[in-house]
């Protein structure tokens, strides 16, 4: 995999707004349905900075599965409909990855992870410090002319530089 177009990027913090997914792996077939919900809700937010990308926000956060955010970030202005949620994520170093069309999602993921540990980064872990996956937080950019069976779109996973322990 190319990781020429691999940048580390720090992006500000801001407000998301859509639905909540939880739930294990063997459920993650129903994840779909709250993804092409949020996509066609997308209108009715009119304070959306860019109604063009989706995002998808999943923290692995239990054993057997995960937490994920469908969602589009929104200025402050923006109301809160009834059925969905608000939603924070704060300003972060991130390693950016375009993943293409027509490539391994999982292996993406893997070079991702492995490039870390060649790099002197590590992923972000959530203050409870437990890890139930390798990248515990994974965010995604989805434009919205993707295919949905053989998507493109741009991964950002949360890292921390290693910090260098001195032999004493």
């Known amino acids: 995999m190319e990781s020429q177009d691999w940048k580390i990027a720090e992006i500000p913090g801001y407000r998301a707004l859509g639905y909540k997914w939880e739930g294990s792996y063997a459920e993650v077939g129903s994840l779909k349905e ?10 009715e937010l009119d304070f959306a900075v860019n109604p ?26 923006q109301h809160v409909p009834e059925d969905m949620v608000e939603f924070f994520v704060p ?32 992923p972000y872990v959530h203050v409870d410090g437990k890890v139930f996956d390798k990248l515990p937080v994974k965010h995604e950019r989805y434009p919205h002319n993707r295919d ?20 004493q």
């Open 91 to 122: 300003r972060m170093t991130y390693l950016t990855v375009q993943h293409q069309k027509g490539q391994n999602i999982g292996q993406t993921y893997e070079s991702i992870f492995l490039w870390m540990g060649e790099n002197g980064y590590k």
């Open 52 to 77: 063009e990308t989706q995002l998808g926000l999943s923290y692995h956060l239990r054993p057997d599965g995960f937490v994920h955010y469908s969602a589009y970030e929104v200025t402050e202005d």
């Open 148 to 167: 949905l069976e053989d998507p493109h779109f741009e991964i950002l996973i949360p890292i921390e530089k290693i910090s260098q322990v001195s032999n």
């Open 34 to 43: 709250v993804i092409y919900r949020m996509s066609d809700r997308v209108n």
